[in-house]
């Protein structure tokens, strides 16, 4: 009798264990599947910035970098993500043309970048415009822009060749020009057919987005600087907050890729 009550306590020594944690026992598949559910831990986005004087932040009178500058701290309050590292390129005055070397440059930050952003082609146009001062017409901007575009393409596929998986990111051409240019008054659609052929040239790859800005500084001369060609802190404001948009369209594809 006394075997037969040890036994009994025994038992129910092992009920009070295996419930005390809840009221039944766990799984071990319940386990598995809590684990799975468990969020990623924040990571670090590294950005490369290319380009020109918009990269650079030429007219930023509050000197936060730009429109780069001011995208970090957007992308640093996005969850899934911990640090936004930058490392930027641009140069005042550069045209497509002097991108590659700087692309061959600084292969090892594009190999490791997660964004890759661009602003290039302005510099373009104005070398179309002061290389025919005296005989600017619509066609002559229509043949440098299929120009442009092949050139662009190059870019596209050199940066592709360095890193496969970044987010490239292409900022489109706005018009400064209406007033310095009043000889063309299809200013406006010279720079929108730009746009359009990046937008083609783009579309042929994955992991790009154009951000058009067109129609941002249509005038508004309050958001270009002084020498009314640069943005100014405003301008830029806008810029950041444009590509962040267009950015968190495709949230998938950085911050899906950085919690895999």
């Known amino acids: 009798m006394r075997r037969w009550g040890w036994l009994l306590c025994c038992w129910l020594l092992a009920g009070c264990v295996s419930l005390s944690a809840g009221g039944k026992p766990e799984r071990p598949h319940e386990?598995?599947?809590?684990?799975?559910?468990?969020?990623?831990?924040?990571?670090?986005?590294?950005?490369?910035?290319?380009?020109?004087?918009?990269?650079?932040?030429?007219?930023d009178g509050e000197r936060k970098g730009g429109y780069v500058g001011r995208?970090?701290?957007?992308?640093?309050?996005?969850?899934?993500?911990?640090?936004?590292t930058v490392a930027n390129f641009g140069k005042r005055g550069r045209r497509i043309v002097e991108l590659k070397p700087v692309i061959k440059a600084h292969e090892r930050e594009i190999?490791?970048?997660?964004?890759?952003?661009?602003?290039?082609?302005?510099?373009?146009v104005m070398n179309v415009v002061r290389s025919h001062f005296f005989d600017l017409s619509h066609e002559r901007f229509v043949k440098e822009a299929k120009a442009?575009?092949?050139?662009?393409?190059?870019?596209?596929?050199?940066?592709?060749?360095v890193n496969p998986d970044a987010v490239v990111v292409l900022v489109g051409l706005y018009n400064p020009f209406s007033s310095t240019l009043p000889n063309?008054?299809?200013?406006d659609d010279v720079i929108a057919e730009w746009n359009s052929a990046s937008l083609a040239v783009l579309s042929r790859y994955e992991r790009t987005i154009f951000v058009d800005i067109q129609d941002i500084f249509a005038d508004r001369d309050d958001l270009l600087y002084r020498d009314e060609f640069h943005p100014n802190a405003a301008g830029?404001?806008?810029?950041?907050?444009?590509?962040?948009?267009?950015?968190?369209?495709?949230?998938?594809?950085?911050?899906g890729r950085l919690l895999q």
């Open 31 to 59: 386990a598995a599947v809590k684990q799975t559910e468990a969020k990623p831990l924040p990571k670090d986005i590294h950005l490369v910035a290319l380009g020109d004087s918009l990269t650079e932040g030429v007219g």
């Open 71 to 84: 995208l970090v701290p957007l992308l640093s309050a996005e969850d899934g993500v911990r640090t936004v």
């Open 111 to 124: 190999s490791q970048a997660d964004l890759v952003l661009v602003t290039i082609g302005g510099n373009d």
């Open 148 to 161: 442009f575009a092949s050139r662009l393409d190059h870019l596209i596929l050199s940066l592709r060749t």
């Open 184 to 187: 063309i008054p299809e200013i």
């Open 236 to 255: 830029y404001e806008q810029m950041a907050i444009r590509v962040y948009e267009a950015l968190k369209e495709r949230k998938e594809w950085w911050i």
